[in-house]
């Protein structure tokens, strides 16, 4: 196996994230977190189990049009028996989000009947959406809310600034997402974010990321490869190799007749990233914490 990317990150706000997250959360009833669904473990927050303990938990599976169906179905079962509740969908198209809202109520189902019994039934429900970089907050928050207007918190006391948009059904969405930081330590981490386009591309060496993915791809859906670059018969398991063949199926050459891996490693990364090789998940459920 060839070297590991490696990416460096920058915690400075991390400190200031927890502390907004832990501020919000008295304000609101549950967290809705969003991951990717190619890579679920490594789009996870390592601290939001501990920070959010107290309140219960959707889990978006984000991004499915771009991950493998048969695997997302397997992380829809293993989130829900670690007792959160899971939802697979796609904030692009809106896939899945007309689940969302019977889901939150279901999920404060007690807390809704408590507040009838206390004669608050016009209490609303309110949610915070949280997630690290990249994975589609703003979209889902977009999608959710659609034309729907802003509301200013006015309760004193409450933290200034904060809007809440009014979803319907008795609930309402903070409209600033929690942001969360990754498991940057992971070397693993940071090269799965890296393959799906969360971490800048100019702090890393996009070759490198390529011939990683190449070697990737060609271990776990080498059918996609072959399709898609016109490959016959057994991949090279080198990912210099197996991109110097990309880089030739697509006429991608210097003069010389050399590759251009630099353009080649370009096209690999942009043809992952939106789903063109194929719908491709990075890490299963059974996987052990490295996901590898
Ligand atoms: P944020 O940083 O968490 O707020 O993420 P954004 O909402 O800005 O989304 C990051 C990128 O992912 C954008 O290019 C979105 O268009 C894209 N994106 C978000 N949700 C989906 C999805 O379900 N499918 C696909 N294919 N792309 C998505």
Same mark, same amino acid.
């Given at each position: /196996? @060839? =070297?590991?990317? *490696?990416?460096?990150?920058?915690?400075?706000? /991390?400190?200031?994230?927890?502390?907004?997250?832990?501020? *919000?959360?008295? #304000?609101?009833?549950?967290?809705?977190?969003?991951?990717?669904?190619?890579?679920?473990? @490594?789009?996870?927050?390592?601290?939001?189990?501990?920070?959010? &303990? &107290?309140?219960?938990?959707?889990?978006?599976?984000? !991004?499915?049009?771009?991950?493998?169906?048969?695997?997302?179905?397997?992380?829809?079962?293993?989130?829900? %028996?670690?007792?959160?509740?899971?939802?697979?969908?796609?904030?692009? &198209?809106?896939?899945? #989000?007309?689940?969302?809202?019977?889901?939150?109520?279901?999920?404060? %189902?007690?807390?809704? =009947?408590?507040?009838?019994?206390?004669?608050?039934?016009?209490?609303?429900?309110?949610? /915070?959406?949280?997630?690290?970089?990249?994975?589609? !907050?703003?979209?889902?928050?977009?999608? /959710?809310?659609? *034309?729907?207007?802003? !509301?200013? =918190?006015?309760?004193?006391?409450?933290t200034r600034g904060t809007q809440w948009i009014d979803l319907g059904s008795g609930i309402e969405m903070m409209d600033t997402p929690g942001m969360l930081w990754p498991k940057f330590e992971d070397p693993t981490v940071g090269e799965n974010l890296a393959f799906c386009g969360s971490v800048k591309d100019d702090v890393i060496d996009i070759e490198l990321l390529a011939r990683r993915l190449l070697e990737t791809i060609a271990k776990t859906y080498p059918d996609f490869l072959r399709a898609r670059y016109k490959l016959n018969g057994e991949l090279p398991e080198e990912g210099a190799e197996l991109l110097a063949l990309v880089g030739r199926k697509r006429g991608m050459l210097i003069s010389g007749g050399e590759v251009d891996t630099e353009r080649a490693s370009a096209v690999v990364l942009d043809e992952f990233r939106s789903g063109k090789i194929g719908r491709i998940s990075l890490e299963k459920p059974d996987m052990t914490e490295s996901g590898q």
């Open positions: /196996m @060839s =070297e590991q990317v *490696s990416i460096q990150w920058f915690p400075g706000h /991390m400190a200031k994230t927890r502390r907004l997250i832990k501020e *919000s959360l008295p #304000l609101v009833d549950c967290v809705a977190e969003i991951i990717d669904a190619r890579i679920p473990k @490594s789009s996870r927050n390592p601290e939001l189990d501990a920070l959010c &303990s &107290s309140k219960p938990r959707i889990v978006l599976l984000n !991004k499915i049009d771009l991950a493998d169906p048969a695997i997302t179905e397997r992380w829809v079962e293993y989130i829900r %028996k670690s007792g959160a509740m899971p939802l697979a969908v796609d904030c692009k &198209s809106g896939r899945g #989000l007309n689940k969302f809202l019977p889901l939150v109520k279901e999920l404060l %189902k007690d807390k809704i =009947e408590q507040n009838a019994r206390r004669g608050m039934s016009g209490k609303k429900i309110r949610v /915070m959406v949280a997630g690290i970089p990249n994975c589609g !907050k703003s979209t889902f928050i977009n999608r /959710m809310a659609g *034309s729907k207007k802003l !509301k200013a =918190e006015d309760r004193p006391g409450v």
